[in-house]
Nanobody
Framework: QVQLVESGGGLVQAGGSLRLSCAASGRTFSAYVMNWFRQAPGKERESVASISRTGGNTYYTDSVKGRFTISRDNAKNTLYLQMNTLKPEDTAVYYC????????????WGQGTQVTVSS
């Protein structure tokens, strides 16, 4: 069982930065590919970034490439998302999720943290 708790969201002006964290309980954090998703009001949830189990490989959706950086610290059971040069269109609830390559599913989700970017 893994519990995920996001933090670090808030209100920021366009051009500003935020760093999201996702703290995981349990001993199996390193067994999961970790992901950040977001969902804006009235829109479908979208994948923002993902990182392999060891952190050696990362993926970003086109709209955040060059602005966001995903990272993980397996010793601290923590996932991060550094968000720079934020835009109003980045406003959303951000979720972390643990993907199991064994089950082929996103086995665990956090409760989400609100990010609001004002223009």
């Amino acid at each position: 069982q893994v519990q995920l708790v996001e933090s670090g969201g808030g209100l920021v002006q366009a051009g500003g930065s935020l760093r999201l964290s996702c703290a995981a309980s349990g001993r199996t954090f390193s067994a999961y590919v970790m992901n950040w998703f977001r969902q804006a009001p009235g829109k479908e949830r979208e994948s923002v970034a993902s990182i392999s189990r060891t952190g050696g490989n990362t993926y970003y959706t086109d709209s955040v490439k060059g602005r966001f950086t995903i990272s993980r610290d397996n010793a601290k059971n923590t996932l991060y998302l550094q968000m720079n040069t934020l835009k109003p269109e980045d406003t959303a609830v951000y979720y972390c999720a643990a993907y199991s390559e064994y089950s082929g599913r996103y086995d665990y989700w956090g409760q989400g943290t609100q990010v609001t970017v004002s223009s």
